[in-house]
């Protein structure tokens, strides 16, 4: 991420409320074989094992997950392949999560995965980015099918990993109280709802920054976002189609069989909202 402007000496003075959101690029992820791979839950753990711990070897990762080498080191280059991960230089691993820790796999008894041709042990860490996926009125059949299982192994690991937290934490002072959650409703708009997911992210990317600018006694801090429209009761439902059928009525005045395709463009169709995955380390 890149750096916060200003002198030195004076970085990092700005609270995170006063600084400029970080923008990262933006990446759909619309190849239907990247979505596959990344719907592997064995994938989607050792990738969130990255994100929350820095990098890591594969030895580290089998022990951390209860794994082999030989499964962590197929799964890091499968997620490569498309760009999830990548290899970092061990001297910057060091400075990292990972560092300090013995190498070789318990299970196995077999030493770290070394990188062809080098005496080096291969580390690995998550890519960051603004990774989002197709909106789903833009998705196949199979593709949905995909996603699907991507969000129930994910959904399901947050779920479990918060729960776990409260349960089993042995924290105390400040942290103890840290597991902040809301549940509400607003009523909005699609293109309402675009706006405020967008500014949701643009908070987030507000309070992300550079190691060197975090300060002493933070803590890496799972931030999720979820909102989906409510059922619509019969009522609802009625008074929907209704207005559409008025609507498709005044569209074909006078234009013959072409009302029935332009009432069913919605603006709101034209412009599609994305869902998006949070890959980012903080």
């Not at 089993?168 to 997911?197: M, N």
Request: negative net charge; charged residues 25%; proline residues 8%.
């Amino acid at each position: 991420m890149a750096q916060e402007p200003g002198p030195p000496g004076i970085r990092g003075a700005e609270t995170p409320a006063e600084r400029a959101p970080a923008t990262p690029a933006l990446v759909e992820l619309s190849d239907l074989a990247a979505l596959k791979a990344l719907a592997q839950p064995r994938r989607q753990r050792v990738l969130q094992h990255l994100t929350l711990h820095g990098p890591a070897t594969s030895a580290t990762l089998a022990r951390a997950l209860g794994l082999n080498t030989g499964s962590t080191s197929y799964h890091l280059r499968e997620l490569a392949r498309y760009g999830f991960v990548e290899e970092t230089g061990a001297e910057t691993a060091t400075t990292g999560a990972g560092a300090g820790v013995a190498e070789g796999d318990a299970a196995t008894g077999t030493g770290a995965e070394r990188a062809p041709g080098h005496g080096r042990e291969r580390w690995w860490r998550a890519v960051p980015g603004d990774r989002r996926f197709p909106p789903r009125s833009r998705q196949s059949a199979e593709m949905r099918h995909v996603m699907d299982e991507l969000n129930h192994h994910a959904y399901a690991a947050d779920l479990e990993l918060f729960e776990q937290l409260q349960r089993d934490s042995a924290e105390t002072g400040p942290w103890a109280d840290a597991f902040p959650y809301s549940r509400g409703t607003i009523r909005l708009t699609p293109p309402e709802l675009r706006v405020f997911f967008e500014e949701y992210i643009a908070l987030l990317n507000r309070y992300k920054r550079a190691e060197a600018e975090t300060p002493a006694g933070a803590r890496t801090v799972l931030t999720r976002f979820l909102a989906f429209p409510a059922p619509l009761i019969d009522a609802d439902a009625d008074a929907d189609a209704d207005a559409e059928s008025d609507a498709e009525s005044d569209a074909g005045a006078g234009v013959g069989g072409a009302g029935r395709e332009v009432a069913l463009a919605h603006p709101v169709d034209a412009a599609p909202g994305h869902n998006r995955k949070e890959t980012e380390p903080s």
